[in-house]
């Protein structure tokens, strides 16, 4: 990996971790940033992982302690991509990529207006699209709208409903995106807008995220690249707490953008 794509993923590893701890605390979870790992020691919400790895050749077994192994479900993103946990009772979920795209307008002009959920009301339809009927709609919670980093991005169609849309996470050096959904054709109907927005808002910073499958293939369509592997580890033989993802969520898997 060339010291500019170390840099990168370090970033999004450390953007990532800083949204999954929010979306913890909007939920009354609290969690933890070490030297290695940022990590929560009771069960996280739905789709987050337990613990996110910071840097490359973290502790195992130091990692493993921070988190409740006890309770079903526990899960840790591997951010680079290089722990074995098998011996802890881990299985890989899924590999995924993390993605970078610089500071730049879409290349596609966005055919949705969009803004920034500002109130519960707006928070509640994006949530409600995002879900799509799945019944987790509750998972995003007015807490949210308090985090000063944190955008929720809402894509409106002609009738101002909330159609597309994603969560941005700011931070020093990058604008994290995760939970890209557009109810009517898939990524390459959500990245423009969002894009545009990210680009309006944050003018200045790289993009990241990560994505795998055909959601990785729609993200390099639309100017991102693959700058490093990361991998998801569940504990035990819980799939159906994410969903039952093969493998995009903070956490991701193929063809479920929910994870995160």
Known sequence: MTTPKQFLVRAAARNNAEWCATMSRSHGLTGEFGAHAWAAPSRTPLYYPDAVTLVPGADRAALVSRIDTVAPGA???????????????????????????????????????????????????????????????????????????????????????????????????VVGISNVFALDGGPDAAWPVVLDAVNRLFPTLPVVGYEQGEDLAAAIRHGFEPVGPLRIWLHGQEPDRLQGCPAPCPLTCPGNSHLR
């Open 75 to 173: 899960s840790v993103k591997d951010s680079f991509a290089d722990l074995d946990l098998t011996a802890a009772g881990f299985q890989v979920l899924f590999d995924a990529q993390w993605i970078h795209r610089p500071a730049s307008a879409p290349a596609l002009a966005p055919d949705l207006s969009w803004d920034v959920a500002g109130d519960p009301d707006t928070l509640r339809a994006w949530a409600l699209a995002w879900d799509d009927r799945d019944g987790n709609a509750d998972l995003f919670r007015p807490e949210l709208l308090d985090d000063p980093a944190t955008f929720v991005l809402a894509g409106q169609s002609a009738d101002c409903r909330v159609v597309a849309g994603a969560v941005a996470s700011c931070s020093d050096q």
